[in-house]
């Protein structure tokens, strides 16, 4: 009788039997289907029969034939095949990925052939992702991701943004089995996290997450007046105007007055006490360094004079004029004795 252990070597007879009729009332039944490589599985005949003689093969290959109590194994399954030979079961065993396929099993003594498909899938393990770089600038450079498993057959990928399932779109592509992604021409709202979910009908594997660090802007800029969106005050307040813009990394600003540079630099500009004369165009321009963009924002600033001033200077003369009046009432009026 010859050992089932992998490596094993057995010298049997050879015995072929050809020529047999198919027959629909037996059934070939794996006793896992998909198997895992590694592993081994039996075919069984169902409903079972007794058999004294036959062969079995896998595609066109034969792996062993028997008779009566002999068995003679084919070159590849020496070691790791065997049959009863009272009922015809196969046992294989150390399946491998490259023993999948459609196994028959031909006997004479009741003119008996059946066949049946075997898929042997290898357990996944070590998913990992690889990124072709990590820094990249918005509309001007595309992400690609690789997923790869050290072990692993019949993979089926599921790619994750964050808690949302990616899929092919525009701009979005899978490639390679869809074990590699690609996002041309990223935007901001690319930068993940990204993660590969690994399946097959056996096992299944998650890789750790990824993200992308993208550049982009300025852009969406806006300017503030005091936190007003009015632009006109009175001479002798205070002014501080803030620049706000979207960009990463955070941009750099100057600012402008009339067109002329202002020796200002961040997101505010502070103004105390102003004069009419610094009514004009006030101007924000932001830059970003890697991307090379530029964008800026403008308000128009009117500085007016107070209106307190303005009507003490028009009541001096009335007030100067009734108190005249009021001297010379005083100075007509008899004294009472």
Same mark, same amino acid.
């Given at each position: 009788?010859?050992?089932?252990?992998?490596?094993?070597?057995?010298?049997?007879?050879?015995?072929?039997?050809?020529?047999?009729?198919?027959?629909?009332?037996?059934?070939?039944?794996?006793?896992?289907?998909?198997?895992?490589?590694?592993?081994?599985?039996?075919?069984?005949?169902?409903?079972?029969?007794?058999?004294?003689?036959?062969?079995?093969?896998?595609?066109?290959?034969?792996?062993?034939?028997?008779?009566?109590?002999?068995?003679?194994?084919?070159?590849?399954?020496?070691?790791?095949?065997?049959?009863?030979?009272?009922?015809?079961?196969?046992?294989?065993?150390?399946?491998?990925?490259?023993?999948?396929?459609?196994?028959?099993?031909?006997?004479?003594?009741?003119?008996?052939?059946?066949?049946?498909?075997?898929?042997?899938?290898?357990?996944?393990?070590?998913?990992?992702?690889?990124?072709?770089?990590?820094?990249?600038?918005?509309?001007?450079?595309? @992400?690609? %991701?690789?997923?790869?498993?050290? !072990?692993?057959?019949? =993979? &089926?990928?599921?790619?994750?943004?964050? *808690?949302?399932?990616?899929?092919?779109?525009?701009?979005?592509?899978?490639?390679d089995g869809n074990s590699t992604l690609n996002i041309v021409s990223v935007s901001r709202y690319d930068s993940g996290p990204f993660r590969c979910d690994v399946s097959n009908p056996i096992s299944n594997g998650t890789s750790d997450s990824v993200n992308f660090t993208i550049s982009y802007g300025p852009d969406n800029m806006g300017l503030t007046v005091n936190g007003l969106n009015t632009t006109s005050f009175t001479a002798g307040s205070n002014l501080s105007m803030l620049c706000f813009t979207e960009s990463n990394p955070p941009a750099h600003f100057q600012w402008t007055f009339? @067109?002329? %540079?202002?020796?200002?630099?961040? !997101?505010?500009?502070? =103004? &105390?006490?102003?004069?009419?004369?610094? *009514?004009?165009?006030?101007?924000?321009?932001?830059?970003?360094?890697?991307?090379?963009?530029?964008?800026?924002?403008?308000?128009?600033?009117?500085?007016?004079?107070?209106?307190?001033?303005?009507?003490?200077?028009?009541?001096?003369?009335?007030?100067?004029?009734?108190?005249?009046?009021?001297?010379?009432?005083?100075?007509?009026?008899?004294?009472?004795?």
């Open positions: 009788m010859e050992r089932n252990t992998c490596g094993a070597l057995t010298i049997v007879l050879l015995t072929l039997s050809q020529g047999f009729l198919s027959s629909d009332a037996v059934e070939v039944q794996p006793s896992m289907n998909p198997a895992v490589a590694g592993s081994s599985v039996t075919f069984s005949l169902f409903p079972p029969v007794t058999l004294t003689s036959g062969n079995w093969a896998v595609r066109e290959t034969f792996i062993l034939t028997w008779l009566s109590e002999q068995q003679a194994v084919f070159p590849g399954y020496t070691g790791r095949a065997s049959v009863n030979v009272t009922t015809g079961a196969l046992t294989l065993s150390c399946l491998t990925v490259t023993d999948s396929g459609v196994y028959k099993v031909h006997s004479g003594d009741s003119l008996l052939s059946a066949n049946v498909s075997l898929t042997v899938v290898e357990p996944i393990s070590n998913v990992t992702l690889n990124v072709n770089q990590s820094y990249l600038i918005e509309l001007q450079t595309s @992400g690609l %991701i690789k997923c790869s498993v050290s !072990t692993g057959s019949s =993979l &089926f990928f599921l790619w994750m943004n964050g *808690s949302s399932e990616v899929t092919a779109g525009d701009r979005v592509q899978f490639t009339r @067109g002329n %540079i202002v020796n200002v630099t961040g !997101t505010m500009l502070e =103004l &105390f006490n102003v004069r009419e004369d610094q *009514s004009g165009p006030y101007s924000c321009l932001a830059f970003n360094n890697l991307t090379n963009l530029h964008s800026n924002v403008t308000t128009h600033i009117t500085i007016s004079k107070s209106e307190q001033l303005e009507v003490n200077v028009f009541l001096l003369p009335l007030l100067l004029m009734a108190g005249f009046f009021q001297i010379n009432l005083a100075l007509s009026v008899p004294r009472l004795l």
